[in-house]
Nanobody, 127 residues
Framework: QVQLVESGGGDVQPGGSLRLSCAASGRIVAIYNMGWYRQAPGKQRELVADITSGGTTNYTDSVKGRFSISRDNAKNTVHLQMNSLKSEDTAVYYC?????????????????????WGQGTEVTVSS
């Protein structure tokens, strides 16, 4: 019912740029923290960046100065601008959001807060 849909992944050369987008849909009441995670082949999924509803950002050290996270609360979207990409950035990137929404059951509706994940979008950096 509440879903996160990602877009913007692709193949780029080292030094190139990509902009990832994630849009939350459904009967949304509020979205708190939103973030981007990534998982490279053979590695643990890690937090790349996150942003609070008020716009406070946080980045993992390896992307500081290169990536920028932003959000548009009116559109329930979050973006990740990735510049100066390196081969080490190759991974599947996942959108994550802390969302309060209206969940429909057979007996009626319920307002619930939960963590949601996007389906993932692949980023490949190679020459």
């Amino acid at each position: 019912q509440v879903q996160l849909v990602e877009s913007g992944g692709g193949d780029v050369q080292p030094g190139g740029s990509l902009r990832l987008s994630c849009a939350a849909s459904g009967r949304i009441v509020a979205i708190y923290n939103m973030g981007w995670y990534r998982q490279a082949p053979g590695k643990q999924r890690e937090l790349v960046a996150d942003i609070t509803s008020g716009g406070t950002t946080n980045y993992t050290d390896s992307v500081k100065g290169r990536f920028s996270i932003s959000r548009d609360n009116a559109k329930n979207t979050v973006h990740l601008q990735m510049n100066s990409l390196k081969s080490e950035d190759t991974a599947v990137y996942y959108c994550n959001a802390d969302v309060t929404g209206v969940i429909t059951y057979h007996s009626g509706n319920s307002i619930q807060r939960s963590i949601y994940w996007g389906q993932g979008t692949e980023v490949t950096v190679s020459s």
